[in-house]
């Protein structure tokens, strides 16, 4: 049974297995997707990304189990952009009437986004934001 991945356990000293294993293991990797030196840091406030979801913009940079395609609402006048959903959330910014405002992830009755394209990064009230309209 050469050729395959080794054991996880080894119960004989008899069996000996290739430390290569071209079905399950690649020889190197190469491109994008390699490590080759240290992260680059980014601003954790105009990056759209969380433990469990990221832009889709940064997939292929970023390892998160989901990304999103951002939906872009506008926001009300005097919609509040806050670092955490509730009450209890530091106000992070004002947003304009009719400012773009990309939804990646909509929970209860907020929603978690990113200002315009490069902006800030938080969660606005969904009644202070209204949906794209959508063709008739």
Not at 9 to 14: A, C
Not at 75 to 100: C, I, N, T
Not at 101 to 114: S, Y
Not at 125 to 136: K, Y
Request: hydrophobic share 45%; aromatic share 8%.
């Amino acid at each position: 049974m050469t050729g395959i991945s080794a054991p996880i356990f080894r119960f004989t000293d008899g069996l000996h297995l290739t430390n290569h294993d071209s079905y399950t293991r690649p020889v190197s990797i190469d491109g994008m997707l390699a490590m080759t030196g240290p992260s680059v840091k980014a601003d954790p406030r105009y990056l759209p990304l969380r433990g469990d979801l990221a832009h889709i913009k940064l997939a292929g940079r970023c390892f998160v189990p989901h990304y999103a395609v951002p939906v872009p609402y506008s926001a009300h006048a005097g919609a509040r952009l806050v670092s955490a959903p509730g009450v209890d959330g530091e106000v992070l910014a004002e947003l304009a009437a009719g400012e773009v405002f990309n939804v990646l992830d909509i929970a209860g009755a907020w929603a978690w986004g990113q200002r315009g394209e490069e902006g800030l990064v938080g969660y606005v009230a969904l009644a202070e934001i209204a949906a794209p309209q959508t063709g008739a």
